[in-house]
């Protein structure tokens, strides 16, 4: 799928202004743009992982330098984000994709 340079710069620029203001992850944006956009399901939760990686990593630096960082309770907090990550990685794709759309809005309306 080719999308156009332009767009994802704007995209780009927008996720990257989300995540520099909240300190959230863009996958929230990034998926659903990409979804919008044409790729399947698949390819936009990969491509916003790839994004998300090169992301977190550059604002996880800089809370750590500003030390906002409790590296105790992150490695705890981490090790059960990744027996879940094993959990639904054996989804069919129709219970990933309602799984990913109930934790979305509920995300939302929480938020708001």
Do not use: W
């Amino acid at each position: 799928m080719l999308i156009p340079i332009y767009l994802l710069v704007i995209i780009g620029i927008a996720v990257g202004a989300l995540t520099g203001i909240t300190g959230a992850s863009g996958v929230l944006v990034v998926v659903p743009t990409l979804l919008y956009l044409g790729l399947n399901f698949k390819e936009a939760i990969g491509s916003s992982l790839l994004v998300d990686i090169i992301t977190t990593t550059t604002v996880t630096y800089v809370y750590f330098l500003n030390k906002n960082i409790d590296v105790k309770i992150s490695l705890f907090f981490e090790s059960s984000i990744q027996s879940g990550i094993l959990n639904i990685l054996r989804c069919n794709l129709n219970e990933l994709y309602l799984t990913y759309s109930i934790v979305e809005v509920n995300v939302t309306i929480n938020h708001y």
